[in-house]
């Protein structure tokens, strides 16, 4: 599986963006797909996951109630929308995909990764 991040950019604090992570896989309905992100300096850390069938999410505490993720499997693509961005948000980000149903948060249960994506905001 190849997967591509994609939409970073450099915005100031409050704004929105929103996060693609396109893959190649025929059967991208049978894995899960995590969001991590790796601020300079620091360690990557979990964002977001959703299940195979997007039923399913998770995310962590410092985004909830402001990213949400969603997946559109027709389009082999998943999503980030990110909104109410803070400079603690700036960081590249990463999506990677996991076979089977069910996510996880934990950066070794994926198998496939993909190139980051830089967002960076502004105070």
């Known amino acids: 599986v190849q997967l591509q991040a994609s939409g970073g950019g450099l915005v100031q604090a409050g704004s929105s963006l929103r996060l693609s992570c396109a893959a190649s896989a025929r059967t991208f309905g049978s894995y899960a797909i995590g969001w991590f992100r790796q601020a300079p300096g620091k360690e990557r850390k979990f964002v977001a996951a959703?299940?195979?069938?997007?039923?399913?999410?998770v995310y962590a505490d410092s985004v909830k109630g402001r990213f949400t993720i969603s997946r559109d499997n027709a389009k082999n693509t998943v999503y980030l929308q990110m909104n109410s961005l803070k400079p603690e948000d700036t960081a590249v980000y990463y999506c990677?995909?996991?076979?089977?149903?069910?996510?996880?948060?934990?950066?070794?249960?994926?198998?496939?990764w993909g190139e980051g994506t830089l967002v960076t905001v502004s105070s």
């Open positions: 959703i299940g195979w069938s997007g039923g399913s999410t």
């Open positions: 990677a995909a996991r076979h089977g149903t069910y996510y996880s948060i934990q950066s070794y249960d994926y198998d496939y």
